[in-house]
């Protein structure tokens, strides 16, 4: 399984980017993502996630600028960031796994993709 993220890039504070994660190879049962970030000097953070049911869960820093979603035929996911702040800075990561007890499970990790929001 590959995961390839994209999107990241520089916005000024207010500002949107739209991150994608393009997976690969055998997917079976891998039918929950999740957003992760991690800035520097603090420990990696679940962003937002989507579970094989179709529920969503967010960080309380994010609830209402950023969404979580997929396309399941180009076994693609995203996550739009609206809003952006200059403390959303940070390697976002994406992950996916199986979804136990409406709970994700990330098994397979992306490379990160920078996001840097000048104030």
């Known amino acids: 399984v590959q995961l390839q993220a994209s999107g990241g890039g520089l916005v000024q504070a207010g500002g949107s980017l739209r991150l994608s994660c393009a997976a690969s190879?055998?997917?079976?049962?891998?039918?929950?993502v999740g957003w992760h970030r991690e800035a520097p000097g603090k420990q990696r953070e679940l962003v937002a996630s989507?579970?094989?049911?179709?529920?969503?869960s967010y960080a309380d820093s994010v609830k209402g600028r950023f969404t979580i979603s997929r396309d399941a035929a180009k076994n693609t996911a995203y996550l739009q960031m609206n809003r952006l702040r200059p403390e959303d800075t940070a390697v976002y990561y994406c992950?996916?796994?199986?979804?136990?007890?409406?709970?994700?499970?990330?098994?397979?990790w992306g490379q990160g993709t920078q996001v840097t929001v000048s104030s």
């Open positions: 190879g055998s997917l079976v049962d891998m039918d929950a």
């Open positions: 992950a996916i796994g199986p979804t136990s007890r409406g709970t994700p499970i990330f098994v397979y």
């Open positions: 989507l579970n094989g049911e179709g529920s969503t």
